[in-house]
């Protein structure tokens, strides 16, 4: 069982940034994957970034690369997503999620899931 909590969100600029950050809970973390996800109204949920135990991020959407960066604090049970140069398209709930399968990850179909913070970006 693993528990998420993002934070972090909020209304910004188009350029403009912000950190996401999410907190885990719960046992065996090193053993899961950990992943950003967005939904835009109207639109499915997507997979953003991914990142394992250790390393640097191992997945990245097109729509964001060389923008936003997943990162990982192991020893404060952190995962967080850089956000810089925004865009009012990158504006969505998103969502920490977690999975021991890096398939499910990239797939959205992760077993645990935060509850969401909204980023809004103004034009």
């Known amino acids: 069982q693993v528990q998420l909590q993002e934070s972090g969100g909020g209304l910004v600029q188009a350029g403009g940034s912000l950190r996401l950050s999410c907190a885990a809970a719960?046992?065996?973390?090193?053993?899961?994957?950990m992943g950003w996800f967005r939904q835009a109204p109207g639109k499915e949920r997507e997979a953003v970034a991914a990142i394992g135990w250790s390393g640097p991020g191992i997945y990245y959407v097109d729509s964001i690369k060389g923008r936003f960066t997943i990162s990982r604090d192991n020893a404060k049970s952190m995962v967080y997503l850089d956000m810089n140069t925004l865009k009012p398209e990158d504006t969505a709930v998103y969502y920490c999620a977690a999975d021991t399968h890096y398939g499910k990850v990239v797939s959205s179909n992760c077993d645990y899931w935060g509850q969401g913070v909204q980023v809004t970006v103004s034009s």
């Open positions: 719960g046992r065996n973390l090193d053993q899961y994957f």
